[in-house]
């Protein structure tokens, strides 16, 4: 099992250009999660899904599109990249226990630089 | 809102013992979960707390008061290897049952 991956790993971009972050899992999850890091700080949610075809908003939305037309991918879009965009991109995947308890697997994250 | 409150940063030298703090607010609690992340990796899952009490695992324990809204990870025999940021999570109802994340707390460990 590869886990979480994504593509890129790193990622030049110039102000206003356009670009799409992929994320596969190959544990048949059914919870899909987008997360940006900022330097020294925590993760904050950007868009998440709890099913094939359904989306939703997280805490920070604005500037990104997603989609999930296959349950094992998540696509992440910036449509009009922008300086504010810099930042590492986590995607994570989950499936919940009876518990409650929800274990989230990160992939190794996307190093995005907007100039 | 979510708010989750930790500390910033913690040093100690190897084989002590380190204790991170977690408070919290939420409005719906399910569970309070820790994370560990080395500088340029990705978070890794360390432990899960539902009910009150002490969770061990290895030289790793996590305990939860629900009624203080708080809880703590707790890093035995420090080794060089667990410096890294470490990060407590809650999943609440309010949230729609996403886990929102602490701002992380750094643990440099000396020789």
């Known amino acids: 099992n590869a886990g979480v991956t994504q593509t890129p790993k790193f990622r030049v971009l110039k102000t206003g250009q356009s670009m799409t972050l992929l994320c596969a899992q190959d544990m048949n999850h059914e919870y899909m999660y987008w997360y940006r890091q900022d330097p020294g700080m925590g993760l904050r949610l950007i868009h998440y899904?709890?099913?094939?075809?359904?989306?939703a908003k997280g805490e920070v939305p604005d500037g990104y599109n997603v989609s999930r037309l296959k349950k094992q991918n998540f696509l992440l879009g910036l449509e009009s990249a922008a300086p504010s965009q810099t930042s590492v991109y986590f995607c994570?995947?989950?499936?919940?226990?009876?518990?409650?308890?929800?274990?989230?697997?990160f992939g190794p994250g996307t190093r995005l630089l907007v100039l | 809102g979510q708010s989750l409150e930790q500390p910033s940063e913690v040093t100690a030298v190897e084989g002590a013992i380190v204790q991170i703090n977690c408070t919290y607010q939420t409005s719906g609690f399910y569970g309070l979960s820790w994370y560990q992340q080395h500088d340029g990796g990705a978070p890794t899952f360390l432990s899960y707390n539902a009910l009150d009490g002490l969770e061990e695992t290895g030289r790793f324990s996590s305990f939860l008061s629900r009624s203080d809204s708080y809880g703590y990870l707790l890093l035995q025999e420090l080794q060089m290897k667990d410096s890294a940021s470490y990060f407590c999570?809650?999943?609440?109802?309010?949230?729609?049952?996403?886990?929102?994340f602490g701002g992380g707390t750094r643990v440099l460990v000396k020789p």
């Open positions: 994570a995947s989950s499936t919940r226990s009876i518990a409650r308890q929800e274990t989230q697997y």
């Open positions: 899904s709890v099913g094939e075809g359904t989306t």
């Open positions: 999570a809650v999943r609440d109802r309010a949230a729609g049952n996403k886990l929102t």
